[in-house]
């Protein structure tokens, strides 16, 4: 195959001494005449080449029809009125509508489909004041992360004049008497560079309705802290304005908080020092409740009285448990909590005090959602999904404790003919790894099954059981599933975060080889048969893997990838991540960020496994100059035959918003590339 000419200049950087080459550095300009053109042609090559297999229509017309199906997202009530998405199946964006009680008839309140005509428009966020006449909505174009909010009303769906802009990382919240709202946002970003440019001095505000956004009140922020950010959120009954400090990526915070029923109130620092995580439950007068993995990295219940706050008097109330403690809310007078066990949810109550009520009896192994609403409420919704569930919606009723089905999916597709298991294997260093894989019953262990061995490994987050019509449409054709708990998730709390941080990161790299080794050992695949998959930290960890074992695998799907460890923290919110990754800047860390990072590591003339790298022009959370030197990179080293393409979709960003039909179409792509170079028969 011949791929585009990519020049190269003569860009040395010197790192603490060590003379490091980026030839491809003018790839980073997304905007320039230059970039454009090769991005059209790696495209050219790239569609040209996936639109001659054979199997591809095929692949996408099944996926179309089982995309085709109604999707509910979990109900919620404000004031006298419920809301819930609803996508119909193909629609490219989910409606929310409004409904007075739950057998009413449901009223369209905001079709995104509307505001654009490709989907590219989509909505962000969406908050109900507290007397459910008014929705704040923030909108995303194209992927970005930049929002717009606007607000509605709910009566009469005409919107009000309000133009909230510059808004990241941040929804909104309203204050008790429906009056306005607080949100964070950054300063007026220049318009030709926002895509690129860092993210630096957040600040938050309160926006009174009827007020030009150039009059909201400047409620915190900190000049002599550019990395701050500061989430905002109003207590239920009215009283405290929770400020949330947040640092980067880092799993730890600190707390503030404002008394907003004093028209002259300070913020007071509560939490003033980064030692651990804390996320405000509710309060009774004075005495605030936190779930915080301080002392407990698995997680626990805690209540500091702000009136004597000093920390050797807080008080526990759920201690830590062998499971991993994910969130909690306060429902009926009672402690929600919401559980991972070996990576699959449980749901458990207790009293205020910390006394065990009981636990949800869920349908299986899976992943639940929802359990939000007011804390009085005694009903609530929550959603189920495994691997071979569809999302269902379910009512609880929290005096009784039983469950019932609001919202059932019909899909073409028999969930029995289907099995998931879960096993531990062992990683280089001898810790045990949990692994979910899914497959049709009945599959010979052969080693010959295609399978897809798809991870995350990091910034805490925890992979669990979900349902995806991309992945049914794989098993379909006899693929195997397989999901692993690297080290640097969430799926054990604190330490098995840590344990793939930083320095540790090459953890991560060593739990995925040691995935497929063992799926190889075990005759579910062989090397020819086997594809490796993830995304943005997903991405990276598939490039590292591609760079240290290229011998072991067929195939690889890096999507919106961090491949340059020397360079990702001059992009957007790439800063963010040195709590993570650490810093090239820091000669401590440049050493290991250098050993691993897979833009760095691509050796020439070395047979690389056909990879297919995707990635999107207004990705602004990994900037797709990541993707674009990667591939550059490993064309120019690849001494095989099998293909190393790019697919760079157009109008899209790092997956949030995407539309409905260029999901379909980039799965398409995905399943056809590995169906042509595994030899998989459709």
Request: charged fraction near 25%.
């Amino acid at each position: 195959m011949i791929y585009p000419h990519t020049h190269k200049n003569d860009q040395v950087d010197n790192y603490h001494g060590t003379l490091v080459t980026d030839p491809y550095r003018w790839l980073e300009d997304p905007d320039s005449e230059e970039t454009k053109a090769w991005v059209e042609a790696q495209n050219q090559i790239t569609f040209a080449y996936l639109e001659e297999i054979p199997a591809r229509e095929k692949i996408k017309q099944r996926l179309t029809k089982l995309w085709d199906y109604e999707k509910y997202g979990i109900p919620f009530k404000e004031g006298e009125n419920y809301f819930y998405f609803k996508n119909d199946g193909l629609q490219n964006q989910s409606v929310l509508y409004t409904l007075k009680s739950l057998n009413a008839e449901p009223r369209v309140l905001l079709d995104p489909n509307k505001l654009s005509e490709d989907g590219t428009v989509a909505l962000s966020g969406v908050t109900v004041s507290d007397n459910g006449k008014l929705l704040a909505y923030g909108l995303s174009t194209s992927g970005s992360d930049w929002q717009e909010w606007q607000v509605r009303d709910i009566k009469t769906g005409a919107d009000l004049p309000e133009q909230i802009k510059w808004v990241k990382f941040s929804g909104v919240s309203w204050t008790q008497d429906n009056q306005g709202f607080f949100y964070s946002r950054y300063d007026e970003p220049n318009e030709q560079t926002k895509l690129e440019d860092v993210n630096y001095y957040q600040k938050l505000y309160y926006h009174r309705l009827g007020t030009p956004q150039t009059e909201d009140i400047l409620i915190y922020h900190r000049p002599d802290q550019k990395e701050w950010g500061f989430n905002g959120d109003v207590t239920e009954d009215g009283k405290y304005l929770i400020i949330s400090v947040w640092l980067g990526t880092d799993s730890r915070n600190l707390v503030f908080y404002k008394d907003l029923t004093n028209t002259n109130g300070e913020v007071v620092e509560l939490i003033n020092q980064f030692e651990a995580d804390y996320s405000f439950i509710d309060h009774d007068d004075s005495v605030f409740y936190f779930r915080t993995d301080l002392d407990a990295p698995r997680g626990r219940v805690i209540a500091i009285d702000t009136n004597n706050s000093a920390k050797e008097v807080w008080q526990e109330i759920i201690p830590q448990t062998e499971a991993t403690l994910e969130g909690v809310n306060i429902l009926n007078n009672q402690f929600v909590a919401d559980y991972l066990k070996d990576a699959h949810s449980q749901i458990k109550f207790f009293d205020l005090n910390g006394i065990f009520i009981r636990e949800v009896e869920l349908p299986g192994l899976g992943s639940v959602g929802g359990f939000g609403g007011k804390r009085y409420d005694t009903e609530t919704f929550y959603s189920f999904t495994s691997f071979t569930t569809p999302g269902t919606i379910y009512r609880y009723d929290m005096v009784t404790g039983k469950s019932e089905i609001f919202k059932q999916p019909i899909i073409d597709f028999n969930p029995a003919d289907y099995e998931t298991k879960q096993v531990f294997y062992e990683s280089k260093d001898g810790t045990p790894v949990s692994m979910f894989i899914t497959h049709k019953k009945g599959m010979q262990l052969d080693g010959n099954n295609p399978t897809y061995l798809y991870a995350y490994g990091g910034f805490r987050v925890s992979l669990t059981p979900s349902f995806s019509v991309n992945t049914l449409v794989w098993m379909e054709m006899g693929g195997v599933y397989a999901m692993p708990n690297l080290r640097g998730g969430g799926e054990y709390g604190e330490e098995w975060h840590q344990a793939g941080m930083k320095e540790k990161k090459q953890n991560v790299f060593d739990d995925f080889i040691a995935a497929a080794e063992w799926l190889i050992d075990h005759n579910y695949t062989k090397t020819a048969k086997l594809a490796i998959a993830g995304g943005s930290n997903g991405g990276l960890l598939v490039g590292a893997f591609m760079t240290q074992r290229p011998e072991l695998f067929g195939a690889a799907l890096p999507a919106v990838g961090v491949m340059d460890m020397l360079r990702f923290h001059k992009f957007t919110i790439g800063w963010a991540w040195t709590a993570e990754y650490g810093s090239p800047d820091h000669p401590e860390d440049f050493p290991t960020l250098y050993a691993y990072s897979p833009l760095h590591n691509l050796k020439p003339h070395t047979a690389y496994p056909a990879t297919l790298i995707t990635t999107a022009d207004h990705d602004d959370r990994v900037v797709p100059a990541h993707s674009f030197k990667f591939a550059a990179t490993l064309q120019a080293a690849h001494a095989g035959d099998a293909p190393t393409l790019i697919r760079i979709e157009t109008k899209a960003g790092h997956g949030a918003g995407k539309p409905t039909a260029k999901i379909i179409e980039e799965a398409a792509d995905k399943w056809a590339f590995l169906v042509k170079n595994l030899d998989v028969d459709v």
